[in-house]
């Protein structure tokens, strides 16, 4: 698969590639050539590798490198493995991401601290963290860069906040050329997103008085946004299925602020590190799993018979058919639900299938 800025494009792999009858680099430079010559404003282009590509011996690394060289210097040609991934989405920009922490710039020595945004942000949402930055006084640059030239400096003058929580890999790039992780919150709902921003104020020692100045009107109508869906879903318990690895951090919001009664919050892996402060927030007897041994964990959410269960496309159909009332999990990766703007939209997540619900049964 050749991952383009910022669509896919995929090139097939039949009998006659797999059978060595097809000089496989030769096609790939074929498609890649074909693909630029389409869109000659792609700058940054990456080859995902799979099984296919595996079995053949494709080396990827290698046409990477090739590749760039051939189409330097208006396109540069990365490449990551996509092979073995459970969660595509997630484990997929955790791998791209880290791909491309090799290639930022190096900051100069004396260069003045600054702070790194990692995960990938709607441009809403970018746009309200940068301003809120702006005022706050804190040199700010995002990763991904909204334009693929615009790659940020990277040393020992730089801390970064994790915008997602399944980035381990690329946050353990970033740490390796000397980058300091700013531990926190993730910036889901009205109090994870000052807590998020805290940490960073924390960080350039701005004072109370100058943070809450910039941050309470905003977190004032963040939490008014919430109160509107919070009758809906108030004492409503609530399974979350691993899927993400967003769900302590969903959890964390639903309890806090949403007043819903999380059973079970299994997520894929639980990086201790990343989720410590989310999962320090939620109630004492919710039941953290980790992995996905899916069969034990119907039965668990059968047993529960919780009033919403959060789960993948594969679970969703059967458990309404069994009457249990679902939301499927990977809404929470395509809607932008970071920030205090989006705060309200977040909630109504949770809200929108009690509703379709009831309205059922009416």
Request: glycine share 8%; hydrophobic share 40%; no cysteine.
């Given at each position: 698969m050749i991952f383009a800025e910022p669509r896919f494009a995929t090139a097939i792999l039949d009998e006659r590639d797999l059978a060595g009858l097809a000089d496989a680099n030769d096609e790939l430079d074929r498609i890649v050539a074909r693909l630029l010559s389409r869109r000659p404003d792609i700058k940054l282009l990456f080859l995902v590798g799979s099984c296919p590509s595996e079995v053949i011996k494709l080396d990827l690394a290698r046409a990477a490198s090739r590749l760039s060289k051939i189409h330097a210097p208006s396109t540069r040609v990365l490449n990551y493995s996509g092979s073995g991934i459970e969660t595509t989405f997630t484990q997929g920009e955790d791998a791209c991401l880290a791909s491309l922490v090799p290639e930022l710039p190096a900051q100069h020595l004396s260069s003045a601290k600054s702070l790194l945004v990692v995960g990938s942000l709607a441009d809403v949402?970018?746009?309200?963290?940068?301003?809120?930055?702006?005022?706050?006084?804190?040199?700010?640059?995002?990763?991904?860069?909204?334009?693929?030239?615009?790659?940020?400096?990277?040393?020992?003058?730089?801390?970064?906040?994790?915008?997602?929580?399944?980035?381990?890999?690329?946050?353990?790039?970033?740490e390796e050329r000397g980058a300091k992780l700013l531990p926190s919150m993730m910036p889901l709902g009205a109090e994870g997103t000052t807590e998020w921003l805290r940490a960073a104020a924390i960080a350039w020692k701005i004072p109370d008085d100058r943070f809450y100045g910039v941050v309470a009107p905003l977190e004032e109508r963040a939490r008014a946004a919430v109160k509107r869906r919070e009758p809906t879903v108030s004492r409503k318990s609530i399974f979350f299925f691993p899927d993400s690895q967003l769900e302590p951090a969903l959890a964390r919001f639903v309890s806090r602020e949403l007043s819903m009664r999380p059973i079970e919050v299994g997520s894929p892996y639980l990086h201790r590190q990343h989720t410590a402060i989310d999962i320090g927030r939620l109630p004492q007897d919710v039941v953290l799993s980790e992995g996905q041994d899916v069969e034990r964990q119907i039965d668990r959410c059968r047993k529960a018979d919780p009033d919403i269960v959060v789960c993948g496309l594969g679970l969703a159909n059967p458990f309404e058919a069994e009457g249990l009332t679902t939301k499927w999990s990977i809404e929470f990766l395509f809607?932008?639900?970071?920030?205090?703007?989006?705060?309200?939209?977040?909630?109504?997540?949770?809200a929108r299938p009690l509703v379709r619900r009831a309205r059922l049964e009416v």
């Open positions: 949402v970018e746009d309200q963290f940068r301003r809120i930055f702006d005022q706050l006084g804190i040199p700010v640059h995002f990763l991904p860069p909204r334009r693929a030239e615009d790659l940020p400096p990277i040393g020992q003058n730089t801390y970064f906040l994790l915008a997602q929580p399944f980035l381990g890999e690329t946050a353990k790039a970033l809607t932008p639900i970071q920030g205090y703007e989006q705060a309200g939209d977040l909630a109504e997540l949770f």
